[in-house]
Structures are given as C-alpha cells and as structure tokens.
C-alpha cells in the first residue's frame, strides 16, 4: 500500500491525542478493531498462540465469545453465522494444528461466497521459519482458499488491517480471508490509533452494470420465446431477492434455482421450477435444455447444473450477470455479458423491460413438464421414508425457520423437498459439499438468531463429523434442533454403488449408533423413532422442547431406486439420461413414447 501523507502540523496533533491515550496491548486492539467492525460474535477455540486474545475478549462487552469442540466447528458455525445473517462470521483458532482445523470451514466459505473472518494465532515472528513448536504457515497452505490474507508484522496495522479484512470478506464477490497474528505482536504495547481508511490497491469491486449491456439484455429478453432464469447464490448475497421477484413478476418468465439460490425465489410460486442439475427437478432440466434463452443471475455454470457442458441448453443465447468478471465467458459461451451488482442490474431491467406477451405457449408446455414429472416418493407401511420426514418437519416448523444439512442424500432431499421462500433459510455446503456442516452451521445460524427456529437436517454420517457441538449447544443453551435421517449407511457413496459399482459396498456401511444416548451422554434432550406412525408426534414433542434436541430417525438404507435421490442425472451425461426410475431413462421414456427430444 501507497504510505500515507501526513502534515507536519497533522502530525503533532496526533502525538499530543496519543500522549492523552492510555498504551494497548496488541490482543487489546485486536478486539477492540473487531468492535470497531460490528463484530457481535466470534467462535474460537484456543491455545498458546491465541490465548492472549481470548484474554482480551473475556474483557469484551461487545463481542459473544462462543468456544465449539472443534475449530472446523467453529469455522462451520462462522459460516452458518454469516450464511443467515450476511454479515461477515468470525472464527478464530491458535496456530498449527488449530489453525489447520480451520482449512475446511475456509475452503466452504470459498467456494459458496460466503464473507469469512479466520483469525489465527501465529508463533512469535522471531521464531518463524524455525519449524517452532506448533508453527504452520498457514498464510502459505490457505493461499488457494482465501478471497485474501494478512499476516500482521507491526502492531500498529492492526487497526487498519482487521477493517480491510471485513470489507474484503463482505463487498464484491464474498469470501474468506485469513489474519494470521505473531503471538508477539498480541503482547506488544502501543497507543494505537484507530483511524481507518480504504485505499486497497488492486481491489475495486465494480458494482455498477454498463447501461448498454443492461439494454442489450433487455432486447434480448423481449425477443426470447422460450426464455429461462436460472438464479443462484449470487441473488442472495447481493440481497436481490425483492427484485428478483418483481422482475419475474413483470415479465412473467419460469425460474429455477440452484441449491445455492433456494429461498431467492417462493417455490411454492407457480413460475418456480424448483431446483435443477444433478438432482434438480425433471422438469427444471428439461425446460432449461428447451430455452432459447437462459438468464443467468448470480450463478457459476457448475458442473452439477450443466452436466455434459457441450451439449447444455444447444437452442439458447446466454444472458450471465455476475460480479466477479471471471465468471464470465468461464465455462460457457456468453451472448450478454453484464458485470456488476446483481440488484443493481435487476433494478435497472425492471425499470426497461416489458412484461412478455409471446411466452404463453411456452409458459404452458413446461407446465406440462412440470405435471408429467413431479418430484415425488412412495411411503411404506413398515419404515420411515426420510422425505415424508423432511416434508412433516416443514408442515409443523416456523414459517421463518432456517434449515441447515450435512451432505448426502438427505441434503438433496431437503433441497427437492422443503419449499423454501426466504432467502438466507436454507444452510447447505454445497460447492465443497463438506460433511459435518449442518450442526454447526445451525449453531451459528441460531446463535445470530436466537428467536428463531434452527433446524438441522441431517445424515448419520455427517452428524459424526462434528457430533462434539452437542456440546456447545448444551453449555451455550443454542437450541437448535437436530433431525438425524440415519440410514447406518454413507447412503449417497452407496447410491453411486448401486448405480455405477454394482452394489459392491466399498466403506460405506458406518453402522448404527443411537443419537438420542449420545445427545443424552452430552445432556441433550432427544428420542429414537422407527416406525412411519411415530414420526409426527415425534416432530411435534421435538418442535415444543425448549433447548436443543436430537431426534434420531432410523430407516433401512435401501438399494432400489425408491431409496435413491431420483431424479439423477449421471456425473457428465445430459439431461436426456435423466434417472427417472428403476426402469426408465427420460431418453428411453420419451423413445417408447414417440417424443422427439
Ligand atoms: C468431509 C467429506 N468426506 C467425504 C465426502 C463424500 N461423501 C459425500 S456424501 C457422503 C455420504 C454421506 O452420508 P450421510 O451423512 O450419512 O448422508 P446420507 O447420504 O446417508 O443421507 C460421503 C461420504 C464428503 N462429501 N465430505
């Protein structure tokens, strides 16, 4: 950075304020810098080279300090904090082992956009490089993980380098970014001054889109007969939600979403077609390969959306507004390009684009998709079925109660079967796909909000990976509610095998724990079901208990495709090889049928 110019007059003026100050110690400016952010609460585990920060922070009339078991469950709940809330999640963890605990929990907020503040402690700067005890370069081993990096070498930058930090985090395209601070410089002194400025060199975020594209997008729009908006994460985090709707509302035009923008759009509006991809709805697939013109908002063209990238939507023109240029033109060809704040660029459509009069007939064909595909399950007499589970949940949850999940098939579940209509409702790792996200997730959802309902719905084995939050939610009174769908399987890796492996079973069968005992064992409220009939006064005692609770549902894994995320669309083939059933393909469905695709 440019130094900055100081007059000399200017100069004196702050030695005299100086000499009026008290001195700080570094851990002292640490968190009265994360004060000056709007930091209302970090998750962070200690250790030696942290722990003069916490001493700081036990100081704090500000800043909750909230300790999870683990620090990729610090991480996750920072997530979780900042997913609901979009204000930037602080976690904080000591060098080495701490600091590398932290990797998984940056690498989600990387990779789904989330604003992320990952403080570490660091051996003292005179050691470095001396391979000291519990030294990890872990500016070094994040370098590919963070949006950005600091690794503080005066005291005196602190002030300036923790404002930087939350403004690169939260403005732009959202991500994580990583303090790391020599255990020396916490325990140093100085009159700081807190003083802050932004001047990043190199980071200037344009938020603005060109008008002429806008136009452009506009024509483009007007003409289409068969057009598509595919609207993703992008929407939630520029805040677009309300423009979103209205811009739907005006011209009329069918929307899918991606897991990352579930909640930007009311899926239970006729104009929703849900989720699309790999387990999206059929009929999301098939419209979005039928469109002549895709409108993508916010959205990354990811591998699990287009499948076989060559023969994705062969009919359409592209319009893509992103904020991060590199999105653009990154894995599809693009007729519009628009860069620039997606809220923005939806503000500035609404205020040119007419409602459209040609797509009737459009608008009624994927209808007709939407009928002739539904998402559905069978229920059974003597097992629970988990999306009856997901569906009972939702009919007795808050109307604005957040959801968290784990990764596997019961987040697809989730994702095909609660209808969201919020954003920020629905907490899911869904670039990374990290198992162990959904309980801590939910801790730092509920943690930002603690009138609301938190649910977390998730698989036995990702409720293993971080099980130790229970912890957490029983001495910090988090109350969030834990829905275990737990088949004794690693029930997505086993639908692969059944698929593509021949049912060989490769580590896939974890076998069967009791949740409730191990909630118990933490002092955690919870009950055992596994009878269909139990399941609604199960979810009602679990939704009246006060504090956090576990309810374990046990089902058999099943290896027919009823126990299988259906739809599928294998990992690189087009929508045309849509798994519908045991028996069908959408290709040889629609061949007996005599459709031509
Ligand atoms: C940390 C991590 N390790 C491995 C995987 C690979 N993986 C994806 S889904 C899955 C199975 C998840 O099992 P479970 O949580 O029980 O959910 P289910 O699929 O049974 O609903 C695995 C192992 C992953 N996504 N994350």
């Known amino acids: 950075?440019?130094?900055?110019?100081?007059?000399?007059?200017?100069?004196?003026?702050?030695?005299?304020?100086?000499?009026?100050?008290?001195?700080?110690?570094?851990?002292?400016?640490?968190?009265?810098?994360?004060?000056?952010?709007?930091?209302?609460?970090?998750?962070?585990?200690?250790?030696?080279?942290?722990?003069?920060?916490?001493?700081?922070?036990?100081?704090?009339?500000?800043?909750?300090?909230?300790?999870?078991?683990?620090?990729?469950?610090?991480?996750?709940?920072?997530?979780?904090?900042?997913?609901?809330?979009?204000?930037?999640?602080?976690?904080?963890?000591?060098?080495?082992?701490?600091?590398?605990?932290?990797?998984?929990?940056?690498?989600?907020?990387?990779?789904?956009?989330?604003?992320?503040?990952?403080?570490?402690?660091?051996?003292?700067?005179?050691?470095?490089?001396?391979?000291?005890?519990?030294?990890?370069?872990?500016?070094?081993?994040?370098?590919?993980?963070?949006?950005?990096?600091?690794?503080?070498?005066?005291?005196?930058?602190?002030?300036?380098?923790?404002?930087?930090?939350?403004?690169?985090?939260?403005?732009?395209?959202?991500?994580?970014?990583?303090?790391?601070?020599?255990?020396?410089?916490?325990?140093?002194?100085?009159?700081?001054?807190?003083?802050?400025?932004?001047?990043?060199?190199?980071?200037?975020?344009?938020?603005?889109?060109?008008?002429?594209?806008?136009?452009?997008?506009?024509?483009?729009?007007?003409?289409?007969?068969?057009?598509?908006?595919?609207?993703?994460?992008?929407?939630?985090?520029?805040?677009?939600?309300?423009?979103?709707?209205?811009?739907?509302?005006?011209?009329?035009?069918?929307?899918?979403?991606?897991?990352?923008?579930?909640?930007?759009?009311?899926?239970?509006?006729?104009?929703?077609?849900?989720?699309?991809?790999?387990?999206?709805?059929?009929?999301?697939?098939?419209?979005?390969?039928?469109?002549?013109?895709?409108?993508?908002?916010?959205?990354?063209?990811?591998?699990?959306?287009?499948?076989?990238?060559?023969?994705?939507?062969?009919?359409?023109?592209?319009?893509?507004?992103?904020?991060?240029?590199?999105?653009i033109n990154k894995n599809i060809a693009i007729d519009v390009p628009v860069q620039g704040d997606v809220r923005q660029a939806l503000k500035m459509l609404n205020d040119i684009v007419e409602p459209k009069k040609n797509i009737e007939p459009w608008v009624q064909q994927v209808n007709g998709w939407k009928k002739e595909f539904p998402l559905s399950y069978q229920l059974e007499d003597q097992a629970i079925v988990p999306q009856h589970v997901i569906t009972e949940a939702q009919k007795m949850a808050e109307d604005d109660a957040v959801v968290s999940v784990g990764v596997g098939q019961h987040q697809m579940w989730v994702a095909q079967f609660w209808r969201f209509h919020s954003p920020r409702t629905f907490l899911s790792s869904s670039g990374l796909g990290a198992m162990g996200f959904g309980l801590p997730a939910a801790m730092g959802a509920q943690v930002a909000h603690p009138d609301r309902q938190v649910i977390n719905i998730d698989g036995d084995g990702s409720f293993l990976m971080n099980i130790q939050e229970l912890q957490t939610l029983k001495i910090e009174n988090i109350p969030v509610k834990n829905i275990v769908l737990n088949n004794a399987h690693l029930g997505m890796v086993a639908q692969w095998e059944d698929r593509f492996y021949k049912s060989l079973r490769g580590h896939t069968f974890i076998g069967d724990a009791d949740f409730a005992e191990i909630a118990d064992a933490f002092g955690v409220a919870g009950e055992t079901i596994r009878k269909p009939e139990e399941v609604k006064p199960a979810l009602k005692r679990m939704f009246k208990h006060k504090g956090p609770y576990v309810l374990d549902v046990k089902y058999p894994y099943n290896d027919q495709s009823h126990g299988h995320v259906i739809p599928m669309i294998p990992s690189g083939h087009t929508y045309l090889d849509t798994i519908l059933d045991q028996t069908y393909n959408l290709r040889e469905y629609w061949k007996e049928k005599g459709i031509e695709p």
């Open 1 to 327: 950075m440019a130094p900055r110019q100081t007059s000399s007059k200017k100069i004196i003026a702050i030695d005299k304020a100086k000499k009026s100050q008290k001195p700080m110690k570094g851990r002292e400016v640490i968190v009265k810098s994360l004060e000056n952010e709007g930091c209302e609460v970090l998750f962070g585990y200690p250790g030696g080279t942290s722990m003069e920060i916490h001493q700081a922070l036990t100081l704090s009339k500000k800043i909750r300090m909230v300790l999870p078991r683990h620090e990729q469950g610090g991480a996750f709940a920072a997530g979780g904090y900042a997913r609901s809330t979009g204000k930037p999640g602080v976690c904080m963890a000591t060098s080495g082992p701490g600091a590398t605990n932290l990797l998984t929990g940056i690498m989600d907020a990387k990779l789904d956009s989330i604003p992320l503040i990952a403080i570490t402690g660091q051996v003292p700067s005179t050691v470095m490089g001396s391979d000291a005890f519990q030294e990890a370069d872990v500016v070094g081993a994040t370098f590919p993980l963070v949006k950005h990096s600091y690794l503080v070498q005066n005291i005196n930058d602190i002030p300036q380098i923790i404002h930087e930090a939350f403004h690169i985090a939260s403005t732009g395209r959202p991500g994580p970014v990583l303090i790391d601070i020599p255990k020396n410089i916490q325990q140093q002194e100085t009159i700081p001054d807190f003083k802050v400025s932004l001047d990043i060199p190199g980071y200037k975020p344009n938020l603005k889109p060109a008008p002429q594209q806008i136009k452009k997008a506009a024509h483009f729009i007007h003409e289409a007969k068969r057009p598509i908006i595919y609207a993703g994460g992008g929407i939630i985090a520029s805040g677009a939600s309300e423009e979103l709707r209205k811009f739907v509302r005006k011209t009329g035009i069918p929307i899918t979403n991606t897991v990352m923008g579930l909640g930007s759009y009311p899926m239970d509006d006729p104009l929703s077609l849900h989720m699309l991809g790999m387990h999206g709805a059929v009929y999301a697939n098939i419209a979005i390969n039928h469109a002549d013109l895709v409108i993508a908002l916010g959205v990354r063209f990811d591998d699990r959306v287009t499948g076989k990238l060559a023969e994705f939507c062969p009919d359409a023109k592209f319009i893509h507004v992103d904020i991060d240029p590199s999105e």
